[in-house]
């Protein structure tokens, strides 16, 4: 699949994630107007878990 530690792959999906919910959030704020405060939570959840995965994944290869 990828030539990464598979940390690194799931941080990568996490942030994928993250991106796709903003780009929802945006999506229907410019369609209706209203602002999904759930999309934007989602959003700030799913990049959190990515960069602690990514951060995480940094300092196992890094001991080996």
Known sequence: MASGSPGRVG???WLVA???AFIAAVL????T???KVTLLGAT???AAVG???LRRSRR???GK
């Open 60 to 62: 196992t290869t890094r």
């Open 18 to 20: 993250a991106a796709l």
């Open 44 to 46: 700030l959840f799913l």
């Open 51 to 53: 960069f602690s995965l």
């Open 11 to 13: 941080a990568l999906l």
């Open 33 to 35: 107007g209203e602002l």
């Open 28 to 31: 229907t704020y410019t369609r």
